[in-house]
């Protein structure tokens, strides 16, 4: 087809929202708004008083969102791009405010014309397919759209093009119209769910599990009920807050070479569906805490307060969002005490905050390690540069012996006297741990570690088998 014949295609307008982008500029807006300016979100409800028009207006000018680090559908883009090249009239019409669709047109660079949402019209459904009829005439314009918002303007239109769309939306649309194109949605299924929940990371809250373990407390079903519970409250109550970090995270996950991938981050999930789920995994995981006791209900809220404060802040402090990720370990440890009113000794709290302390260095340095090269670029919201990364280790490494330090000096006290027959045993856990501790950042030298370092021992096969022999010393021991 030459340029000639393109000439007796109609424009081809497109939709923003949920088509040329897997997100939506109005939930990315608050939450960048949550993320900057907390304090406004009160004001919320009175905005949308004056109109979703004007409320998308005044979120305009208070925030600024990141065009360039978008989730965008490339394969609608090289789609739209190839009918640009046949010389087609290619038109964003969107129902997001005029500033952001048109900052996305000047980015994108292949749009002749930016129809968008002001202070008085929100361009969506009904008044997007007048306005649109009004430009080009009925069935003057082929469309493409993903939602049922986008019917009222299909009837109007010569050609539909479904992107992105739901099925029953889809079956809709080839029954009542031509259509001409469908790109369809991403899949999603069981393992985006596990991933946006990250229920992988439900290992670490085994931690509930140590000090039952470590007091050699006898396991009846009372108590196995109320750890059991235990762990699926912090799990929840985890969830919840990977969810909202993910959400809060958007920018930097999608600039970072792997995190972009996420659900949220790439848009596979949307936003809307992610705001939903955190107040119901809060409330089912204070309903479990509830069914456990008081004392560790206490410990749970402070565990969300604390991991909320570091999404929101603490995260881009350096030293402090690392002392705040050991603390966050070490809360898991007291919970697990507190789910079976037993006390914790000073050995074991003073052991769990000098490694939780080296553990939670291997994350940063883990993140630092795709920027090397580049020793003044700085990691995108947090506090540190590439050129930290050496001083990071030392950091990580010296703590980490720090708390083989703690291990050994325990051998001698009070209380393994008097749990343990055999305590000089205990004397083979010490170069098991040391050496475990110089295989991990051993691992992290080598860029082999991607996760979180709890996460990575628990797949590891080395962790595992010296977790093994660990756990077979205090047997003997005992």
Excluded at 163 to 173: F, H, T, W, Y
């Amino acid at each position: 087809m030459d340029i000639k014949q393109s000439n007796y295609f109609p424009p081809l307008v497109v939709d923003l929202d949920g088509t040329l982008i897997y997100s939506d500029l109005l939930h990315e807006s608050i939450l960048i708004l949550i993320k900057s300016k907390p304090w406004l979100i009160f004001l919320l409800p009175y905005w949308l008083l004056f109109g979703k028009a004007r409320f998308k207006s005044k979120l305009a000018s208070l925030v600024t969102i990141p065009i360039a680090s978008l989730p965008y559908n490339y394969k609608l883009i090289e789609f739209l791009t190839e009918q640009k090249n046949l010389g087609r009239k290619i038109v964003l019409c969107t129902a997001s405010n005029t500033v952001a669709a048109q900052s996305m047109s000047d980015h994108l660079g292949f749009f002749d014309e930016v129809i968008a949402s002001d202070e008085n019209i929100n361009l969506t459904g009904s008044a997007k397919a007048n306005d649109l009829i009004n430009r080009y005439g009925k069935g003057g314009f082929d469309y493409a759209g993903n939602s049922y918002a986008d019917l009222a303007v299909w009837y109007g239109a010569r050609r539909s093009i479904l992107v992105n769309a739901k099925p029953s939306l889809e079956k809709i649309c080839k029954q009542a119209f031509f259509v001409d194109k469908i790109i369809a949605r991403p899949v999603v299924n069981f393992k985006s769910w596990a991933s946006a929940f990250r229920l992988h990371q439900w290992v670490k809250n085994l931690l509930i599990f140590v000090p039952a373990v470590a007091a050699h407390t006898s396991m009846t079903d009372n108590t196995l009920k109320d750890l059991i519970l235990a762990f699926l409250s912090f799990s929840l109550c985890s969830s919840s807050v990977y969810v909202l970090n993910d959400l809060l995270d958007l920018e930097s996950d999608r600039r970072h070479p792997r995190k972009r991938y996420r659900q949220f981050a790439s848009g596979k999930i949307s936003i809307l569906v992610g705001i939903s789920f955190v107040p119901l995994l809060i409330l089912l995981s204070v309903l479990f805490a509830k069914c456990v006791g008081i004392d560790f209900l206490c410990w749970l809220l402070i565990y969300l307060a604390l991991t909320t404060l570091y999404s929101l802040i603490l995260k881009r402090l350096v030293i402090i969002d690392v002392l705040t990720l050991a603390i966050l370990y070490t809360i898991r440890v007291i919970a697990g005490a507190s789910a079976i009113n037993i006390s914790l000794s000073f050995w074991i709290l003073a052991f769990s905050i000098f490694l939780f302390f080296s553990l939670a260095f291997v994350k940063r340095d883990v993140e630092l390690r795709s920027f090397y090269g580049d020793a003044r670029r700085k990691l995108h919201g947090r506090g540190y540069i590439a050129s930290d990364a050496q001083l990071i280790q030392q950091l990580g490494i010296s703590s980490g012996y720090a708390a083989v330090l703690v291990l050994a000096l325990y051998i001698n006290s009070e209380n393994v006297m008097r749990l343990y027959r055999m305590p000089e045993l205990i004397w083979g856990a010490v170069p098991l741990l040391l050496w475990w501790l110089s295989w991990i950042w051993f691992q992290v030298n080598r860029g082999q570690i991607h996760d979180d370092p709890i996460v990575f021992a628990f797949r590891d096969k080395t962790s595992l088998l010296v977790g093994t022999l660990f756990l077979i010393v205090f047997a003997f021991a005992r």
